[in-house]
């Protein structure tokens, strides 16, 4: 079934803490997304990708970093973790940037303490 | 930060009955989009609006795009027990999107 895998589907991390978030699709969608989705703020959009090879930072970028190194995949990196990074994550992608209608993953919860 | 206004916050309805819901901005967007949330899933595409003054149908979902680019509302008419979730509106222009903070809607039987 053609979509987008997260992994892990949740997670207990220990402050302090590297961690890498991953995401895979497999509908040759050239743009990627990630967001948090926090209690009362909805989702806020934290790194994207318009293609392959590059990256760019969204409104939430500070503490993550993201690589993609092929169409497929899209990994997010919380290099040292914060309790304040305790959150949903939804990878996403659309056929083009700014296409609109994105294709969500089913999230990662991750609870950093 | 966040720009877009989405209300209620939450709304508890009975079976049948019609559902309204709305996003405002102070900002103007050229694509709107409605989304709805499952719980423990991802947001799931409901309704796209392209054009300002739009109005567009998905079954026992009706959406507008508001002429002034600014706002747009969602309509969801006879409700069923399946309806109940978070409802997002996002507004798109060319490189960034912005998501409302969610309506809640439960449904009673």
């Known amino acids: 079934i053609a979509g987008i895998t997260q992994a892990p589907t949740s997670q207990i991390l220990a402050a302090g803490r590297r961690m890498t978030l991953r995401c895979t699709q497999d509908?040759?969608?050239?743009?990627m997304y990630w967001y948090r989705q926090d209690l009362g703020l909805g989702l806020r959009l934290i790194h994207y990708?318009?293609?392959?090879?590059t990256t760019g930072k969204g409104e939430v970028p500070d503490g993550y970093s993201v690589s993609r190194a092929n169409t497929d995949d899209f990994p997010l990196t919380l290099a040292s973790a914060v309790p304040s990074q305790t959150s949903v994550y939804f990878c996403?992608?659309?056929?083009?940037w700014g296409g609109g209608g994105y294709t969500f993953g089913s999230g990662t919860r991750l609870t950093v303490v | 930060g966040q720009q877009l206004n989405q209300s209620p916050q939450s709304m508890f309805i009975q079976e049948g009955e019609d559902v309204s819901m709305n996003c405002t901005s102070s900002?103007?967007?050229?694509?709107w989009l409605w989304y709805k949330q499952d719980p423990g899933e991802g947001p799931v595409l409901l309704i796209a609006l392209y054009k300002a003054g739009e109005l567009t149908s998905n079954g026992r979902l009706t959406a507008q795009f508001g002429i002034t680019r600014k706002d747009s509302f969602l309509n969801i008419s006879a409700s069923i027990p399946s309806d109940v979730g978070i409802y997002f509106c996002a507004g798109l222009r060319r490189d960034d999107m912005r998501f409302g903070a969610g309506t809640r809607l439960t449904v009673k039987p």
């Open positions: 990708s318009n293609t392959a090879g």
């Open positions: 996403a992608s659309s056929a083009q």
């Open positions: 509908m040759r969608h050239n743009a």
């Open positions: 900002s103007i967007f050229n694509t």
